[in-house]
Nanobody
Framework: QVQLVESGGGLVPPGGSLRISCAASARTFSTHAMGWFRQAPGKEREFVAAINWRGGSTYYGDSVKGRFIISKDNAKNTVYLQMNSLKPEDTAVYYC???????????WGQGTQVTVSA
């Protein structure tokens, strides 16, 4: 079964950077597209970034484009989200997710809180 283990959230000042991680099983990592989503209080879940299972294609939501980078480490079966130039609006619970096909994200991590505040 798919198992995702997230880590790396925390409190960051505006303009700062943070890297969060999501470790997956080898099977999941090698066959699933991976993505990051976030949900702020009172708001709907928002797409942040995704990477295909080959690792060759990446996609970003408009609100984070140019600031966030999604990447993967094949040796560690881990997907990362590097967040730069953080804004208070980036404050949310960040979830990683796995999609077996067609970008249908069906399995989710536990979520990690990212708070951007002075």
């Amino acid at each position: 079964q798919v198992q995702l283990v997230e880590s790396g959230g925390g409190l960051v000042p505006p303009g700062g950077s943070l890297r969060i991680s999501c470790a997956a099983s080898a099977r999941t990592f090698s066959t699933h597209a991976m993505g990051w989503f976030r949900q702020a209080p009172g708001k709907e879940r928002e797409f942040v970034a995704a990477i295909n299972w080959r690792g060759g294609s990446t996609y970003y939501g408009d609100s984070v484009k140019g600031r966030f980078i999604i990447s993967k480490d094949n040796a560690k079966n881990t997907v990362y989200l590097q967040m730069n130039s953080l804004k208070p609006e980036d404050t949310a619970v960040y979830y990683c997710a796995a999609a077996p096909s067609s970008w249908d994200f069906t399995t989710w991590g536990q979520g990690t809180q990212v708070t951007v505040s002075a």
